[in-house]
């Protein structure tokens, strides 16, 4: 009986520390897999600017391939476009390619004595598309238009 007095509650401290060890390994799968999600949308819309930006073969819509790919992803900040070779016109660019940088991912799990890491930057997503001319017609930019 006097063993019985001792153990009183010790399952509720004990059910207590596994579940607060199985809590924060649960958030920081979440999270993990948030950051994952996060770089492929970021990777998928790389590719389709870069795919916008081919198709419409012009090296002076910067901003419009920015905006098609922040109304994707609207945490997108940064985008670079080089043409390829460095230099060339709209009918002699061979290649061109994006790269997506500065993106941010604010974590959601309480990370303990580690707030230097509560945002992180995203790997930088970057593609190279060789150049189309997809347009059904030459004289139409429809393909092209926001």
Known sequence: MARQLHQRGATAVEFALVLLLFLTFLLGLIDLSRLIYTWSAAQEVARAGARYAAVCDDTTRGADVR????????????????????????????????????????????????????????????????????????????????
């Open 67 to 146: 905006a098609l790919m922040q109304r994707m992803l609207p945490a997108i900040t940064q985008v670079s476009i080089d043409w390829l070779p460095s230099g060339c016109s709209a009918d002699g660019c061979e290649s061109l390619r994006l790269r997506v940088t500065g993106l941010q991912f604010q974590w959601i799990s309480p990370l303990v004595g580690m707030q230097a890491l509560t945002t992180m930057a995203v790997p930088a997503a970057s593609i190279e598309q060789t150049r189309e001319a997809m347009r059904q017609d030459p004289q139409s930019t429809a393909l092209c238009a926001l």
